[in-house]
């Protein structure tokens, strides 16, 4: 899970954004809402949903775009504080937040992972300050989960169960741990899963002895190998089995290679063959298993 990244932002930020582009404090919720669907939708949709959905005026809509398509760390933060935006008492209240927790995400070392991103809304009407999602990254792009994980600061919504009014800001995180397994599932599926090196396999009828054969043969020489315990498998089958189990090699005999006294040595990874003697299967074996072990 070396490949992620941790998006904050701060809803103090968000609404002094919203007042300074002049969107009216009934509608800073229903706005936020719209903002909130940037990571999966794109600028000129939550546009049209402002719009045309939340009866926002298209100028302020624009004016909140300059805003919230925009991320970084402290060069964001810089240019934010030193514009018109800073000088909203809502907006330098957020700021001074985000700095604070930006610093210490540096002095912990973990600043690469971290992003001051605009877009980040949080939905839920609860937080009132620092806002963070987890985002689990690819290098390929249709091999992407998303969020795995978000929350915020909440200073009252716990207050309201404590006894006299009493304040209790918290901060809270939800993980999403199915997310979190069908990404490692499916990462683990390029593991080696299996200790067997050689399945031994056969592509015609009736050879089940003769692969039990080699497969003795292959035992007494303490090498670790299977077979398919089916009469007659297809072959693709067993090349699918080696591929899905990380078994790295597949001896392969068939009714040509008993009558030439020879076996197919067939590299899993490379999809490589050669024939060799059954005189020389272990020694071949071994070497090729080496080789697949230094590289």
Known sequence: MEKFTIKVNHRKVLDGIFEFCGVPADSFRPICSAVDKLDKESWETVKTEMVETKGLDPAIADKIGTFVRRKGTF??????????????????????????????????????????????????????????EAVLESDNPHDSVGSVAGGGRYDNLVGMFAPKGRSLPCVGVSIGIERLFSIMEKRMKDVKTSVVKVLVVSGQKGLMKERMKLLNILWKADISAEMLYKANPKLLSQFQHAENEGIPLCLVIGESELEQGVVKLRNNQEREEKTISRDDLVAETRKLLAELESS
Request: net charge negative; glycine share 8%; charged share 25%.
């Open 75 to 132: 060069d964001l933060l810089d240019e934010l504080e030193q514009s018109d935006l800073g000088q909203n008492n809502t907006a330098k209240e957020g700021l001074s937040d985000v700095r604070l927790l930006l610093e210490y995400c540096e002095l912990f070392g973990c600043l690469d992972h971290v992003s001051f991103d605009l877009s980040l809304a949080r939905g839920l009407d609860y937080y009132t300050g620092s806002i963070f």
